[in-house]
């Protein structure tokens, strides 16, 4: 997984894309985490709530990182490609 991780960080344009595939990365990663944490310790208990509130803030930070690096989105450009996200072809 790392050597793909690499791959793609290198086929981002810009660190600000590298930016956003990581929190991606880290928000997808942290889902997963809480996922196993509901079904460990149920969906009331103080981790699993600490790790809902710790997606939240990954969320926030993305949704600024997008929002700082909106684009004009040009006649028949996706959202995807305007905003430049790795991996996703033009």
């Given at each position: 997984?790392?050597?793909?991780?690499?791959?793609?960080?290198?086929?981002?344009?810009?660190?600000?894309?590298?930016?956003?595939?990581?929190?991606?990365?880290?928000?997808?990663?942290?889902?997963?985490?809480?996922?196993?944490?509901?079904?460990?310790?149920?969906?009331?208990?103080?981790?699993?709530?600490?790790?809902?509130?710790e997606i939240d803030i990954l969320i926030n930070q993305y949704n600024a990182c997008v929002i700082e690096n909106k684009k004009p989105i040009a006649a028949g450009q996706s959202t995807l490609e305007a905003r430049n996200f790795p991996g996703h072809s033009h």
């Open positions: 997984m790392k050597g793909w991780s690499t791959f793609l960080h290198s086929m981002a344009e810009g660190a600000d894309s590298v930016n956003l595939y990581e929190l991606r990365m880290n928000i997808e990663r942290e889902r997963e985490l809480l996922c196993l944490f509901v079904s460990e310790y149920g969906i009331l208990d103080s981790r699993t709530l600490s790790k809902s509130q």
